[in-house]
């Protein structure tokens, strides 16, 4: 069973930096895009950031030049790094994964359970 476990959540002051991580175990093939997606109080789940299998990279425009997606595929691992976080970062952060888990199986999407990441201000 494929899973997406995540980590590095917190609480965090404004400015400040945190580090999220996101490992995909389980019977896979392969993976192709790997991206993070948050969910603010009371919004809708929105796009972070995505990479690729090949490294390219895209972001959102209120996180471009503060948060750095990438990915280690031997680990099957996603990074986020965030850094001079603001209070409006505040939400829930989700890995998501779209893989197959068999050579000519179709791409699957799998997400991971969530993490918090608060700052204040």
């Known amino acids: 069973q494929v899973q997406l476990v995540e980590s590095g959540g917190g609480l965090v002051q404004a400015g400040g930096s945190l580090r999220l991580s996101c490992t995909v175990s389980g019977s896979i093939f392969n993976i192709n895009d790997m991206g993070w997606y948050r969910q603010p109080p009371g919004k809708q789940r929105e796009l972070v950031a995505i990479?690729?299998?090949?490294?390219?990279?895209n972001y959102a425009d209120s996180v471009k030049g503060r948060f750095t997606i990438s990915r280690d595929n031997a680990k099957s691992t996603v990074y986020l790094e965030m850094n001079s976080l603001k209070p409006e970062d505040t939400a829930v952060y989700y890995c998501?994964?779209?893989?197959?888990?068999?050579?000519?199986?179709?791409?699957?999407?799998?997400w991971g359970q969530g993490t918090q990441v608060t700052v204040s201000s």
């Open positions: 998501n994964a779209d893989l197959r888990e068999r050579p000519l199986a179709s791409l699957s999407e799998y």
């Open positions: 990479i690729t299998s090949g490294g390219s990279t």
